[in-house]
């Protein structure tokens, strides 16, 4: 392929990476930035709203557009219940004790992913979109007769995908708007800054944090429900999502939300981009690397205010 | 584990209600999930002591897909075995025990079937780092280990002589058999696609050199990390004269992996050919794979019951509770993994076999039994060897068969051509019966 | 009887009955025990950094797979014996640790734990890269004639064990003493409080520098010698996962406490190994364990034992 045409389809793919991460890191973000601890068990929940969506698809007959909006509505209500859940029985018991909720976490990790495997079983099942159609893109070339339109080769992508990167952008304008319009942003934001403030002020801190959790949690699986139709549902799919959403959690600074968005961008673009150049593995290399050496040269992330 | 094998139907047949209920008990799932443990108890009719064959068995990590067919294959073929009489007139008795696809614990499994369970031999082993991990424990502990397997890692002199592989062909064969095929019939430049593993490395190397020896051109090597998850942004560098696309990959994100490879090219694609691996525990009829119609695959063993279906095949794919499109007859979405589990019928009846020419009565005799295996050469096509007839090598530790290529119609894989074994024979790389037990 | 006897004495009796306990119990325990006790010392390296030291670290699997490569691929394709290959394993993990502990320690916290991640990840993909000589995934055999020192066949079941237990001793005495020296007391203040070891004068950096090479030479000890004894060599050992497995087994025994790491592996190994044979869900059993543990015993093991018995508890 020229090297023009390559270069934008993978950075259409980065930017569908992006906007899968944003939405994935975003629910760690809120959690991480608010509650102060890392849910280990994150990537879990992504898997369970693949999963769910999987479930209600295959349960709702007719057009799969029917399936898939009911798993769109019903996956992260589950899935932040189950958060809730979770938190009501061992978050709270432990205190958030950092160190603690990691062990915590990971046990819940395998609990989820035994479970999932049990019941749903050990293949990747793939949910269908409800719109999939591929579309060739045009390019533009200097020939003889001045600048042409063309249809390279290969150069294509789905309206499905395109679709998730706009969905992406709705979901997270809306979660700005939440954060900054309402009243439980305001709470929340609240909490984030001084918990024991928050505390005497009479803001019920526990019930926020309950919020909090299930709600970084149905943001997962909302992202889930978004991306299966392109991935699959596989038990042991959550594992990637963590680790990404998790570096871009750091990446973007801690508890900023627009750096997390920024993160994304930056590591789904890069993730992207220098595949044109390298070979694939090499190439992610480099990008993990890249990851790395951002944070070795500002500790505190893209946006974060250097510690004192 | 250590339970029985009980009806395939205990271990999948859960109803999606129950699915959703247990996720949400999420604690009480093992009593009401969990496999329940035991023994085999074989029939009443046998009053002798049983022979112990430990299972290792992939039921958790990357690996479960296959393991659960595999499982369930080992099940059926036990249980042919005692009815017909089993082993030199002793039942089977199957102690199956998760690895969890992790070389560590793979040899920590060896361990307990040797040392703790007192197992007479090892066997199952499908993903070869876990072979890798596990074999050098077997030899040390002096266990006869039929791995099941595929990789080339017997036949390539580096394990040991307790390890054979002797129920499912290598890689090395099976690349180099395909060769010839596609550059008679798709095309002479290729352009391959491949996992970043050892696995994958061996198609590379075996592939291109068997092509090249066949005039044909390798245009570019792709290989793509494990990680990855999505896989458009590759496929640019597919050089533009590729006549075919030979694929491989494995794990969960297969699937992404064709699909993204068919929206890429649209209505102009070029050949494609492509190991099973590839959508092994998939249905074909999946949403996005309509554009592999026309595609070519091979196949271990045909998925999908063919016109000329032989008895040895209709009886198999019945034991094992498998239906003419290769799936559970108790659940069509449930995919096997029919070009691989055929494996485990094989070797344990190439275990009987061996232990009947052996005369073999308990551990002090495994030594007996690894010759006797060794000595063994054609394996006739039968109900024992329901994939084909194989012709085993006793100094490599490595059988040979014959490898199927398959067309895709109408999301059905349609057998297109058979190799014969000396197609897949190449020269020996070690001599294992030089080496000292 | 001073703390530091009591204590001396104590690390002795754990070695003694570890000596014991060959003798006693059966092979199949004993096979296991020589890889609780090579996994141990992982877990020990690990808890320098951890437990001591208060730095969260997610790639410590990169070490451990330098020692275990650094003996292996030069067994392999250098020819060396096994003695001098494990010192190159040693080697390979110290330089490793030094050049990694001198990037990441730019950073503190979870900015820390996401560089140590990202380097480990970047081992990983290299190995798999390097397949030519290190066949990825898949891993290589160390044959049974490679793995001899001095005459000993270290693939018999008495020689594994004491070699084991010889690499477990070494470094478990070596913590006991470091931890008891003012390098390690000034460890312990960083992990602390950070800000009043800086005040007394201390350079917070060099120490912690220092830790994590102490700690990724352990690991990569503990690597190297999981490769000569049980022969293999492969990628799965710098998987994430690996790297988890650390951090679980010292919390599950009690981070910052001498005995700790021991007790970890051995409960989290054990576990595994029984309830697996009851059930296919033994993931879910050790997933629920750690949820009770951090609700009932959250120091782990050796915390609860100090709490409780021995307030002395090195």
Request: one cysteine or more.
């Amino acid at each position: 392929m020229e090297f023009g045409p390559y270069l934008f389809i993978a950075s259409l793919e980065g930017a569908i990476t992006a906007a899968v991460l944003a939405l994935t890191a975003v629910g760690l973000s809120i959690v991480f930035g608010i509650m102060r601890v890392v849910n280990v068990a994150h990537g879990e929940f992504f898997m369970l709203g693949a999963v769910i969506a999987w479930w209600i698809t295959s349960l709702v007959g007719g057009h799969p557009a029917y399936g898939f909006v009911a798993a769109l509505i019903i996956a992260p209500i589950l899935v932040g219940i189950l958060a809730i859940v979770c938190d009501h029985l061992v978050l709270r018991r432990i205190n958030y004790d950092p160190e603690r909720t990691i062990v915590a976490t990971i046990g819940l990790l395998y609990v989820i992913q035994q479970t999932t495997l049990m019941t749903f079983g050990p293949e990747a099942r793939p949910v269908e979109a409800p719109f999939n159609k591929r579309i060739a893109l045009p390019w533009f070339e200097h020939t003889e007769q001045g600048f042409a339109l063309t249809w390279p080769w290969g150069l294509s992508t789905t309206t499905y995908k395109l679709a998730v990167i706009g969905a992406a952008v709705f979901i997270l304008i809306l979660l700005w708007v939440l954060m900054t319009r309402t009243k439980f942003g305001l709470i929340m934001r609240a909490t984030q800054l001084d918990s024991e403030m928050a505390q005497a002020h009479g803001i019920p801190v526990n019930r926020v944090y309950a919020m909090v959790f299930g709600l970084g949690a149905g943001l997962a699986a909302l992202g889930a429900v978004l991306i299966v139709p392109i991935q699959q549902a596989h038990y042991l799919m959550g594992g990637d999502p963590l680790l990404l959403s998790f570096i871009v959690v750091i990446i973007g600074g801690l508890g900023s939300v627009v750096g997390t968005i920024v993160a994304a961008l930056f590591i789904g673009m890069s993730d992207g981009i220098i595949s044109v150049f390298f070979s694939p593995t090499l190439a992610k290399i480099i990008a993990t690397l890249a990851v790395a050496f951002v944070l070795v040269f500002r500790p505190q992330g893209l946006f974060g205010k250097p510690e004192r | 584990m250590t339970d029985k094998i009980k009806n395939p139907s205990d271990a999948t047949g859960i109803s999606r209600r129950t699915a959703i209920k247990t996720l949400a008990v999420g604690a009480g799932v093992v009593a009401t999930t969990g496999t329940i443990p035991g023994l085999l108890r074989p029939n009443q009719a046998f009053s002798a002591e049983p022979i112990r064959i430990g299972f290792q068995v992939h039921r958790t990590g990357i690996g479960a897909a296959y393991g659960r067919w595999y499982d369930r294959t080992t099940e059926a073929v036990v249980k042919r075995i005692n009815d017909e009489g089993g082993i030199n007139g002793r039942p089977i008795e199957i102690v199956a025990e998760d690895d969890g696809t992790d070389p560590k614990r793979g040899a920590e499994v060896v361990e307990k079937f040797a040392n703790q369970h007192k197992c007479d031999i090892a066997f199952g082993t499908l993903f070869s780092h876990v072979v890798f991990g596990s074999a050098p424990r077997a030899g040390e502990l002096k266990i006869p280990y039929f791995v099941v397997s595929e990789g080339h890692h017997v036949a390539s002199g580096k394990l040991n002589r307790y390890t054979l592989q002797p129920g499912i062909t290598d890689v090395k064969s099976q690349v180099e058999a395909m060769a010839p095929f596609i550059s008679e019939n798709l095309g002479k430049k290729v352009t391959m696609i491949y996992p970043d593993f050892a696995f994958g490395h061996d198609h590379r190397d075996y592939f291109s050199t068997a092509f090249e020896n066949q005039g044909g051109t390798i245009l570019e090597k792709i290989a793509i990390p494990p990680t990855e998850t999505s896989f458009t942004k590759y496929f640019p560098k597919i050089p533009r004269d590729t006549e075919v696309i030979y694929h491989v990959m494995v794990g969960p994100a297969v699937l992404t992996f064709v699909k993204e490879l068919g929206e890429f090219f649209g209505p102009s694609r070029p050949e494609i050919f492509g190991f099973i691996d590839s959508l092994e525990a998939v249905d074909m009829a999946s949403p996005g794979l309509e554009f592999l119609d026309g595609t070519y695959f091979w196949e271990g063993n045909p998925r999908y019951a063919q016109a000329d279906q032989t008895e040895f095949d209709k009886a198999y794919r019945e034991a094992v509770g498998v239906d003419a499109n290769g799936a559970s007859i108790s659940d069509s979405k449930d995919v096997s993994t029919y070009a691989h589990m055929f494996g485990c019928w094989e070797t344990l009846y190439v275990v009987k076999a061996g232990m009947e020419a052996s005369g073999y009565k308990g551990p002090e005799d495994r030594q007996k039994l690894i010759e006797a295996v060794e000595s063994m050469s054609e394996m006739p096509h039968s109900f024992e060897h329901p994939q084909g007839a194989k012709l085993f090598n006793g100094k490599t530790h490595q059988a040979f068969g014959h490898q199927y290529i398959s067309k895709v119609e109408d999301s059905k894989l349609v057998l297109a051509h058979t190799t014969s074994i000396e197609d897949t024979l190449y020269e020996d790389e070690v001599d294992y019966t030089k080496q000292a037990f | 009887m001073s703390t530091s006897l009591k204590s001396f004495l104590l690390h002795v009796f754990v070695l003694c009955l570890l000596a014991v306990l060959y003798f006693v119990v059966s092979e199949y325990h004993s096979g296991n025990l020589a890889r609780i006790l090579v996994m141990a010392v992982y877990a020990m390296g690990y808890n320098v950094l951890f437990g001591y030291t208060g730095l969260l670290s997610l790639g410590h699997a990169l070490f451990f797979a330098s020692g275990m490569y650094g003996l292996g691929l030069s067994i392999e394709h250098l020819g060396l014996s096994a003695a001098p290959a494990l010192v190159v394993g040693f080697i390979s993990a110290f330089i490793v640790a030094a050049v990694i502990g001198f990037l990441a320690l730019r950073t503190s916290g979870v900015a820390f734990m996401i560089v140590t991640l990202m380097f480990a990840q970047a081992g990983y993909l290299t190995i798999l890269l390097a397949g030519k000589y290190t066949r990825g995934d898949e891993g290589f055999v160390i044959q049974q004639g490679d793995r001899v020192i001095a005459g000993i066949d270290l693939s018999q079941a008495d020689n594994r064990y004491f070699a084991a237990l010889l690499l477990f001793g070494v470094c478990f005495l070596f913590i006991a003493w470091l931890v008891q020296t003012r390098f390690g007391k000034t460890l312990v203040a960083i992990r602390e409080n950070p800000e009043r070891a800086r005040m007394l004068g201390y350079d917070i950096q060099r120490h912690k520098l220092l830790a994590v090479i102490i700690s990724g030479t352990l690991a990569g000890a503990a690597g190297a010698a999981y490769a000569l004894l049980f022969g293999y060599a492969g990628a799965t050992f710098s998987t994430v996962q690996y790297s988890i497995y650390p951090l679980l087994w010292v919390l599950l025994g009690g981070a910052g406490t001498t005995i700790g790491p021991l007790i970890g592996t051995v409960f989290m190994t054990y576990l595994i190994d029984i309830s697996s044979e009851y059930t296919s869900a033994y993931m879910l059993i050790a997933g629920l364990a750690l949820i009770l543990l951090t609700l009932f015993a959250p120091h782990g093991f050796a915390g609860l034992i100090r709490k409780k018995l021995f307030s002395w508890l090195p």
